[in-house]
């Protein structure tokens, strides 16, 4: 029996979350839920080489970085903790400055950059619906990482709020952290051996 089957009708929240198994990987968006799949080895290598690089360069400053699982929620208007139900969300990798945010299984608040390493499937809510909900919560920077192409679009919110057209990367190039701007990631290390 699935755990939804008498809760179809209803938004999925931070307290329902809390009792699902834990050894399965659960998000939800907009109180939907959505079971992850177990990654592939080449979405581990590329997560494991990124966060090394953040984590060497973040040691011993104020920010941190954490890579899944790891719950980031971002709630709507004034929802407590256990009502939230507008992302509950495990990134890939997510950097955060404002350590009072941390409590129970994560985040609470709005991190400085996510990145998710995009996977046929996942590839939709990581460009669609987190996308919107990134974008919407004010998330400054959002990468989405494609290791079929070896590619990592960087989106970075503008004055209007609104995420600009992606600057586009490939296996050859670095990136320049735009929040930490000393910070170059060098995605020929990231996609080795894929």
């Not at 919107?132 to 990468?143: D, L, S």
Request: glycine letters at 4%.
């Amino acid at each position: 029996m699935s755990i939804f089957q008498n809760n179809t009708s209803r938004k999925q929240t931070y307290t329902d979350y809390l009792t699902w198994p834990e050894d399965e990987r659960w998000e939800i968006i907009d109180g939907v839920p959505y079971l992850q799949a177990a990654p592939s080895w080449q979405h581990q290598a590329i997560s494991g080489d990124i966060f090394s690089q953040f984590y060497t360069y973040l040691k011993d400053k104020s920010c941190r970085v954490f890579a899944a699982p790891f719950d980031l929620c971002i709630s709507e208007a004034n929802e407590s903790d256990e009502e939230i139900s507008n992302i509950i969300s495990q990134p890939d990798i997510v950097v955060i400055c404002d350590e009072s945010k941390l409590r129970k299984t994560g985040y609470f608040g709005i991190p400085s950059l996510i990145i998710e390493i995009s996977s046929p499937s996942t590839a939709k809510n990581d460009k669609i619906l987190k996308f919107n909900k990134f974008e919407k919560a004010g998330v400054t920077e959002y990468w989405i990482v494609e290791p079929e192409n070896k590619l990592v679009n960087v989106f970075l919110l503008q004055e209007n709020n609104r995420y600009g057209r992606p600057d586009i990367y490939s296996d050859e190039d670095k990136i320049t952290v735009t929040t930490f701007p000393e910070l170059i990631i060098d995605l020929k290390s990231v996609f080795a051996n894929l």
